[in-house]
Structures are given as structure tokens and as C-alpha cells.
């Protein structure tokens, strides 16, 4: 491929790993591109440390894991929430918040006595 006389070439990617790139740049400040090159960079040093295919692939799959675990805990807060909103809609819907509702009023009255009537 001809490179243009900035120094940089066009080359086609898949979208998986552009949109994965992307995502792994975001925290580390760096462009797609800069991403990009900067797994590149890794390739080569992986190549030329003499890894093996399955040695890699198996550092990748950590790699992997261990990002799916980080971003599942950060939407913990927002799986909780949901959870508390279903729990919350569901004793809304079936009547028993309005009953424990009413139950905590009249406990409540019967405490402040006939004055709070």
C-alpha cells in the first residue's frame, strides 16, 4: 500500500475491533489509531519474545476476563438498583406496600395518642 507523504497509510479494519479499540483507549487516553498501533507494538514484542500461539492466547483470554469482570462491577450499582425498583414495583402492584403503609400510620397514631387525630 502506498503511504501518503504524511507518513501514514488507510487500512481496513473490522468493526469488532475498532469498537474494541475504542473502548480500550478511552481510559488511556489514547486515539483508536494510537490504540491500535500500541497493540501492535505489543504483538511484535509477543512475537519476538518467542511466546507460543497458545501462550498468548491464554494471556489475551485473562486480559479478557479480567476487563469483563471490571465492567461488570461497574454496573453493579445499576443492577442493584433495578433489582430495588422490581422489588418496589412488585409490592406496589400487588397492594402490600399500601397496607404496610396504612399499618406504620395507625401504629404511629396510636404512639402520639388522641391528640395527633
Not at 514484542?45 to 483470554?61: F, Y
Amino acid at each position: 500500500m502506498p503511504q501518503s507523504d504524511t507518513g501514514f497509510a488507510s487500512v481496513k479494519l473490522p468493526a469488532t475491533l475498532v469498537n474494541q479499540a475504542r473502548e480500550a483507549a478511552q481510559p488511556m487516553r489514547r486515539s483508536v489509531a494510537g490504540q491500535v498501533e500500541y497493540w501492535a507494538t505489543l504483538g511484535r514484542i509477543v512475537e519476538r519474545s518467542g511466546l507460543t500461539a497458545q501462550e498468548a492466547q491464554t494471556a489475551i483470554a485473562s486480559f479478557d476476563a479480567a476487563a469483563r469482570r471490571a465492567r461488570a462491577v461497574r454496573s453493579e450499582p445499576a443492577s442493584q438498583a433495578d433489582t430495588l425498583l422490581a422489588q418496589f414495583m412488585t409490592v406496589e402492584n400487588d397492594g402490600s406496600l399500601a397496607q404496610r403503609v396504612r399499618e406504620v400510620v395507625a401504629s404511629n397514631r396510636s404512639k402520639a395518642g388522641p391528640a395527633a387525630t
